[in-house]
């Protein structure tokens, strides 16, 4: 059985830690990790694909060995039987990229795991367990890759137990040029530059953004959602920590993105367009000028499906 589960955007500009958004190339190309599962005498690890290298030499600092381990805590604290079981990683996203790398690996575990098992836990149990993972490789418990890698489409963590996110409407119209320079920006660090405490007016601006935002896309008014999707907490502090933000950000914008933000942590950057047209020259001026140290640039949509199981060979 071979699992995939989708990048994603944290933050999503306007939802520091709240927003989160699934997202696929248009090209139909799998951006995600995958991960296998087979019966085994013995818990094994293997990993292959383009970032396998860059991954710790000990498997039992493996994310995917960790979301193994705590799936069967979990199991065993239900009572429920496990087996041993031998997984394969199929490492496809670079790590502190700001796509959800570490959330697409464990994901993908969580959730092979427990196809694996019968869906013995809930999908609120997996996203919980994918939150502690997500702890415990940032520092921080924080939704908003984990839950829609796992949920797909565009997620808002409530902050409550009973329901702990809910989908909001995406607006098919638009895509996201989505571009990684090459370069590793650690989650942790990251989130170190952020202030402790936000001042009145930030907090104000910040709430306006994302209320409205989230209201603008329930009303189906695409004008207003992209009018206030722009970052006031995380992107002033992190900006400085990706080379060439302010010229990328200001060559998109004058070719009409509607919108331009930070992928979770960086270094990926997202433009927001609501033509191919455009999309296509931000993606070339990325692929120029902004991916020279190994990246990418993919032109993506939201992926409405989320972790799945794919039938491909790899
Ligand atoms: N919300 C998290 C952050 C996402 O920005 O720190 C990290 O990918």
């Known amino acids: 059985m071979k699992v995939f589960a989708p990048v994603s955007i944290g933050n999503f500009s ?20 995958i991960v296998s599962v087979e019966t085994a005498d013995t818990y094994d690890l293997t990993v292959s694909g383009p970032y396998a290298d860059i991954l710790p030499k000990d498997k039992s600092t493996n994310l995917v060995t960790l979301a193994y381990k705590l799936y069967m805590q979990k199991m065993a604290l239900k ?10 990683l199929e490492k496809r996203l670079p790590v502190g990229s700001g796509l959800g790398s570490s959330s697409s690996s464990s994901v993908a575990t969580l959730y092979a795991l427990n196809k694996f098992f019968g869906d013995a836990l809930s999908i609120d149990d997996l996203l919980e367990l994918g939150g502690q993972l997500e702890g415990e490789v940032s520092g921080s418990i924080h939704f908003d890759n984990v ?13 409550n137990e009973m329901q702990p996110c809910v989908s909001v409407p995406f607006p098919e119209s638009w895509q996201l040029v989505v571009s990684y320079p090459g370069i590793e920006v ?32 329930h009303a189906e008014d695409t004008d207003m959602a992209a009018s206030v999707l722009f970052d006031v907490i995380a992107e002033p502090k992190r900006k400085f920590l990706i080379d060439g933000f302010d ?25 927001v367009t609501n033509n191919h047209e455009t999309s296509n020259k931000i993606q070339k001026y990325a692929l120029n000028n902004f991916c020279l140290k190994g990246g990418f640039s993919h032109i993506c949509k939201v992926d409405n499906f989320g972790v799945r199981e794919v039938e491909i060979e790899t």
């Open 147 to 159: 839950a829609p890698c796992l949920l797909g489409g565009l997620q808002l963590m409530t902050g």
């Open 79 to 88: 009572g429920l039987p496990t087996t041993a079981l031998k997984l394969h």
């Open 186 to 217: 650690s989650t942790k660090k990251a989130r170190d530059l952020l202030p402790k405490e936000i001042d009145l007016a930030t907090s104000i601006k910040f709430a306006q953004n994302l209320s409205v935002f989230v209201h603008a896309l």
């Open 247 to 271: 010229a990328y950000r200001d060559y998109a914008k004058s070719m009409g993105a509607i919108a331009f933000g930070i992928s979770g942590s960086g270094s990926t950057v997202f433009a």
């Open 14 to 33: 306007v939802g520091f830690d709240l927003l989160g958004l699934a997202i696929s190339p248009i090209n139909g190309e799998m951006l995600g990790d």
